[in-house]
């Protein structure tokens, strides 16, 4: 019979609970899990329980899915310069090079110029009859076309020069001079003998040619001919210059 069973098992104590949250029976469409927090439970519910449990969120190991490198791809335009920056600290003073090559040979230089004056401090008698006046002492000397020892300025830029000589004369004695352009007397400075010593001036202008030489040449007659010179004062001077090159006129 059925009965007994029945009473049997109305007779069985009441087991203890196992601790877990009694869930109500929910559809599986309208799941609500993870149960509500605890505030939205009533007081005494097990669904706390369910809150304190830790939650476990799966990671994946990236260095596992990472493939092998890839070939090196192919290098892209170059872009656009930067603007300049500021210059820096001047650096250290380098090492001195080596002598270079000796260059070719220029041209020669074209003066468009020419000057000179000379003196003389000593005086000076004549022993021949023609005989050429040196000079001791140099005031102006441009590009060294004026030769002391032998009086002779060089003509190397042609052209109108200006020339001037200048001398002082001796006591009783007769001063002939030349201003001379190579063999040929341009102009003539001459004083008689006299008892009184004076300075004498004879200047002009002269047309010059490249090559052409000018100087001072003493001319002695039937007496003697001198002129007076100090080593401490300057007494006789000669001197010219290029007024106008060939080039200009």
């Known amino acids: 019979m059925a009965v007994p069973a029945l009473l049997f098992l109305l007779a069985l104590p009441a087991q203890p609970s196992l ?21 939205s439970s009533a007081p005494g519910s097990d669904r706390g329980k369910w ?10 190991d990236l260095s596992v899915l990472k493939g092998e490198k890839g070939e090196t ?4 335009r170059s872009g656009r310069s930067g603007k300049e920056g500021p210059p820096g600290s001047r650096g ?29 401090r000593r005086g000076l008698h004549s022993t021949e009859a023609f005989q050429a006046v040196p000079f001791n002492t140099e005031l102006v000397n441009l590009h060294d076309t004026f030769d002391l020892v032998s009086g002779h300025f060089l003509c190397t830029v042609p052209g109108v020069y200006f020339l001037s000589l200048t001398v002082h004369t001796w006591n009783h ?9 190579n063999r040929q007397s341009a102009a003539v400075l001459y004083t008689q003998p006299g008892e009184r ?3 004498q001036t004879q200047s ?23 002129i007076y010179g ?5 007494y006789i001077t000669f001197s010219g210059h290029l007024v106008k090159p060939a080039t200009e006129l």
């Not at 002269?206 to 040449?217: E, F, I, K, M, N």
């Open 19 to 39: 601790g877990l949250p009694q869930q109500p029976c929910v559809p599986c469409c309208h799941l609500a899990w993870p149960p509500a927090a605890p505030s």
């Open 51 to 60: 809150v304190l449990l830790p939650h476990v969120r799966p990671t994946i």
């Open 73 to 76: 791809g192919v290098r892209g």
């Open 92 to 120: 250290l003073r380098g090492h001195k090079g080596q002598k270079g090559q000796t260059g070719p040979p220029g041209t020669l230089c074209k003066h468009s110029s020419a000057a000179f004056s000379v003196g003389r």
């Open 173 to 181: 004695k007769e001063t002939y001079l030349h201003i001379m352009c």
């Open 197 to 199: 010593s004076v300075m």
């Open 204 to 226: 002009l202008l002269l047309p010059l040619a490249s090559g052409d030489t000018v100087w001072v040449r003493m001319f002695q007659r039937d007496q003697a001919n001198a």
């Open 230 to 234: 100090e080593r401490g004062d300057l």
